[in-house]
């Protein structure tokens, strides 16, 4: 496997047989075909796209989702809650935690399931021999497999995440999709999308399309008018958080509210108060989709809806146990400021509860801004571990994070790996027993969730 792109060494990390490795071999040959991970065009989409006979024009009604942070959440919810209304949903996420087939999740009757091995290895061999040797990206070739896949399958609905950006991301080839919906807009991946969030506000916004509802999470002011902007030159009536649907927690639980009425709903089960909004986001898209959608499968969604490194307890596996009795560990794949913040207000709300001391253990990428994302833990860390990220080249070094974890007074020290980390918490005796959070990188999330042998499913 080529070691010249993140994404080439995190497809390498975790094939289990035959099969897979057949898949690894597909990719890595793939990779070669035009080595630079991300190069943001829909040129090449668009040739092998019509090699394959338009695979984006035989889709079930799709549902299109670009923004910063809550995307992955998003979906999830309306997955969770178009199963309970027995439709079938078909899901494209990235990037994948574990195993590459998490990215695509074909609609069955009752509950949807990721696709199996030797589909996705075939599909991907048919994309394969269909490019004839063309230039082409890895996210590029493995879209629109994705794509191909969907459209023989039969299903209700499409979620389609976009994977960077919006409006030159390989996802955006639907001409007319259900409805489109745009989470919170804030900084990310700069080297591609700029350092300005109008800018990257209008990226994302490129998803928007003429006579299409376009639902909008909470957004900044800048944002804001970015996405009105271009809603208003291709002609997208936009339904925005606080105006024409709202979300609040009360008591406990989400009530929802929009022109159509009110929903009083259970708390979602994904953890944080930026889960209320998630939940929203996702309840106000369906509500605009025209599927039909019960209230009470709105409230069996939020009530079963999984999606893991997004605040995820780690109560069961082979890593808790390496914890002092009475210790809790979580994880989480949030990488940038906003992810950071996010992060940090359900900790304090976990404070608020019981009262525990509080260890990161922190590995990031290099192209992410690790100061800004640590000032968060400014006041709540009592220690942080920073460990480095296995099969990345562009992992930021451990001492690079134990430094600016020191700079916003967080006390830090480095460890070489994950289990190394949990030995060091363990051995700080830390009465009463800790609460751990491992975070900074989705592809860091990935090596735990393996490590602790519960990988998604």
């Known amino acids: 496997m080529p070691s010249h ?30 080595p630079k991970l991300i190069d943001l065009s829909l040129d090449r989409m668009w040739r092998i796209l019509a090699v394959l006979d338009h695979p984006e024009r035989r889709l079930p009604p ?18 969770a809650i178009c199963e309970a209304a027995g439709l079938r949903a078909h899901v494209y996420t990235s990037p994948h935690l574990v195993r590459f087939n998490e990215r695509i999740r074909l609609g069955a009757p009752d509950e949807g399931v990721l696709v199996t091995d030797d589909e996705l290895s075939a599909t991907l061999a048919e994309c394969e021999r269909i490019n004839a040797g063309e230039s082409i990206t890895v996210f590029e070739i493995t879209t629109a497999a994705a794509l191909l896949l969907f459209s023989r399958h039969p299903a209700d609905v499409l979620l389609l995440e976009v994977g960077l950006g919006g409006r030159l991301d390989s996802t955006n080839v639907i001409d007319n999709p259900r409805v489109t919906a745009i989470t919170p807009v804030s900084l990310d991946h700069a080297d591609h999308l700029g350092d300005d969030v109008a800018l990257i506000a209008h990226e994302k916004a490129g998803i928007l399309k003429r006579g299409v509802p376009g639902i909008l999470g909470p957004q900044s002011r800048e944002a804001l008018r970015a996405i009105e902007r271009q809603a208003a030159r291709v002609g997208s009536k936009l339904r925005i958080a606080g105006e024409d649907w709202h979300v609040t927690e009360e008591g406990g639980r989400l009530v929802y ?6 929903l009083d709903l259970p708390a979602p089960r994904l953890y944080g108060r930026h889960q209320f909004d998630n939940a929203g986001l996702a309840i106000a898209t369906l509500r605009a989709s025209g599927l039909k959608i019960a209230p009470a499968a709105f409230e069996t969604g939020l009530a079963k809806v999984e999606w893991p490194a997004r605040m ?24 940038n400021a906003d992810g950071g913040r996010a992060i940090a207000s359900s900790l304090a709300d976990l404070e608020d509860r019981v009262s525990r001391p509080l260890v990161l253990i922190v590995g990031m990428l290099s192209t992410k801004d690790h100061a800004a994302f640590l000032r968060n833990f400014s006041g709540l860390g009592r220690r942080l571990i920073a460990i480095p990220i296995p099969n990345q080249d562009k992992a930021l070094p451990p001492e690079a994070i134990a430094q600016a974890a020191r700079e916003v007074t967080i006390p830090a020290e480095t460890a070489e790996s994950i289990e190394a980390a949990l030995a060091r918490v363990a051995s700080y005796g830390l009465d009463p027993p800790p609460r751990v959070l491992i975070c900074g990188s989705l592809y860091l999330a990935g090596e735990v969730l393996a490590a602790n042998g519960t990988p998604p499913s």
């Not at 299109?64 to 919810?77: C, D, E, I, P, Q």
């Open 5 to 34: 792109t993140n994404e080439s060494a995190a497809l390498a990390a975790f094939w289990y047989n035959p099969i897979m490795n057949s898949i690894d071999a597909t990719l890595a040959r793939l990779t070669a075909l035009h």
């Open 62 to 79: 799709v549902i299109h989702v670009a923004g910063t942070n809550g995307k992955g959440s998003t979906v999830a919810f309306m997955r």
């Open 312 to 335: 995820q307890r780690l109560s069961s596996g082979k890593l808790r146990p390496m914890l002092p009795a009475g210790s809790e560990l979580w994880l989480d794949g949030g990488h």
């Open 257 to 262: 509210q929009d022109d159509a009425g009110l």
